[in-house]
């Protein structure tokens, strides 16, 4: 595998569920984001990882839950759903220095439906 | 906060010609980052080009290039000679100096026409 990994690519679950999105990057970088992507809307960062670390949690509601165990494998843990929750959440990776473009590269998305 | 705007949901081009899509941002900053993505309908965000702040140069990938305007925080990517794997939604994004958020705007469809 290269790049940047993301499973499931799609995912149908109902509003009880728990389930997990699984992002897996294998570019060696220090950074690890979630995104949410709904239609008309700019992409939403939800979560960053500097080294294990999250830095970021840009009022994400609790019922997304994430986890970096390393610095490799991000997870995003779902519970109690809503319909509005139903987007495209896309993960991504940088090496990330204090001075430099840090690009982001992304993986190709989990498709969530939430019933 | 910073602001990306891309003010053409859609646009068309033929095949070989040459199409400009626009994206305007707005910062208080004088360091950072800028970039265009590319979303096939497969999903995959790809990273087509990008441009640091402080160099006055405009940044070129092959076909595509872009024309920074610092002053008039305009950032727009220029395709030429386009092809039909050119077709995708395009993103422009932004990112300050020392930051990991990157602001991006709402997309620009473009369709390519054979």
């Known amino acids: 595998e290269t790049g940047v990994t993301q499973t499931p690519r799609h995912l149908v679950m109902g509003m009880t569920n728990k389930k997990s999105l699984k992002c897996e990057q294998h570019?060696?970088?220090?950074?690890m984001y979630w995104y949410k992507q709904s239609a008309k809307k700019p992409l939403e960062l939800m979560f960053v990882?500097?080294?294990?670390?999250?830095?970021e949690n840009n009022s994400v509601p609790s019922r997304f839950s994430p986890e970096c165990p390393n610095s490799s494998h991000l997870f995003l843990h779902l519970h109690t759903l809503q319909p509005e929750d139903s987007a495209l959440y896309l993960c991504?990776?940088?090496?990330?220095?204090?001075?430099?473009?840090?690009?982001?590269?992304f993986g190709p998305g989990t498709r969530l439906t939430v019933t | 906060a910073q602001t990306v705007t891309q003010s053409q949901p859609e646009m068309s081009v033929q095949e070989a010609e040459t199409v400009t899509l626009s994206c305007t941002y707005d910062?208080?900053?004088?360091?950072?980052?800028l970039f265009w993505y590319k979303q096939p309908p497969s999903r995959q965000m790809i990273l087509v080009i990008r441009?640091?702040?402080?160099?006055?140069q405009n940044a070129t990938e092959n076909r595509f290039s872009v024309n920074f305007q610092k002053a008039a925080k305009s950032f727009s990517l220029k395709i030429s000679d386009s092809q039909l794997g050119d077709a995708a939604m395009y993103f422009c994004?932004?990112?300050?100096?020392?930051?990991?958020?990157?602001?991006f705007g709402t997309g620009t469809r473009l369709t390519v026409i054979p």
């Open positions: 991504a990776s940088s090496q990330f220095t204090r001075q430099g473009v840090n690009e982001q590269y």
């Open positions: 570019l060696g970088h220090n950074a």
């Open positions: 910062t208080s900053e004088s360091d950072y980052y």
């Open positions: 441009q640091e702040a402080y160099k006055q």
């Open positions: 994004a932004y990112r300050s100096d020392g930051a990991n958020n990157l602001f």
């Open positions: 990882y500097n080294f294990k670390e999250q830095t």
